[in-house]
T-cell receptor
């Protein structure tokens, strides 16, 4: 099955800094989603982005399907951005395969 | 439009008891997925259901675990004779009927049920 890898595993930022999180996947995908799991454990949908570029406020994402990677950009980070960011992909419109996540800590 | 609802949010069971986790998908959604997150790990797929049908149960443990999505009512994930290794967060997700490719493939996740086995 498809493999999903994320980097870096951990990231520490000062408030106001920018960051880029990467997701590599091993096969063509029909579905790619980015999630934020906050410190209370809730999973929040950020983007559905099997290809192309999207922006939502300080967050944006780009997926280059032909090269099998996706990037999540966080600009002007805030302490509320802390948590774990997951990338998940699917090849068959069914089960999502999750990466192991990037743990982000934004300090004031 | 309410999101995916799961209950209970926290469940404590003793070894050997049964655990029942409920998931109500978003209104209009006919696809339900269950995922399990062990401590400090990512989410792992368990089962994919449509109304009255199990479509893919390749991630379900062979014993003690079962899932259903009846014609009426919520989807249920049932764990019989729980063991300490079942302690985890169980997430349910739903997606709308797949009429065409695109945003309808997005899976929306509930808040999860945190199961603790003593």
């Amino acid at each position: 099955g498809i493999q999903v890898e994320q980097s870096p595993p951990d990231l520490i930022l000062q408030e106001g800094a920018n960051s880029t999180l990467r997701c590599n996947f091993s096969d063509s995908v029909n579905n790619l989603q980015w999630f934020h799991q906050n410190p209370w454990g809730q999973l929040i949908n950020l983007f559905y982005i099997p290809s192309g570029t999207k922006q939502n406020g300080r967050l944006s994402a780009t997926t280059v399907a032909t090269e099998r990677y996706s990037l999540l950009y966080i600009s002007s980070s805030q302490t509320t951005d802390s948590g774990v960011y997951f990338c998940a992909a699917s090849t068959g419109f069914q089960k999502l395969v999750f990466g192991t996540g990037t743990r982000l800590l934004v300090s004031p | 439009n309410a999101g995916v609802m799961q209950n209970p949010r926290h469940l404590v069971r003793r070894r050997g008891q049964e655990a029942r986790l409920r998931c109500s998908p978003m209104k209009g959604h006919s696809h339900v997925y269950w995922y399990r997150q062990l401590p400090e790990e990512g989410l792992k797929f368990m089962v994919y259901l449509q109304k009255e049908n199990i479509i893919d149960e390749s991630g379900m443990p062979k014993e003690r675990f079962s899932a259903e999505f009846p014609k009426e009512g919520p989807s249920i994930l049932r764990i019989q004779q729980v063991v300490r290794g079942d302690s985890a967060a169980y997430f349910c997700a739903s997606s709308p009927p797949r009429l065409s490719h695109g945003e309808t493939d997005t899976q929306y996740f509930g808040p999860g049920t945190r199961l603790t086995v003593l």
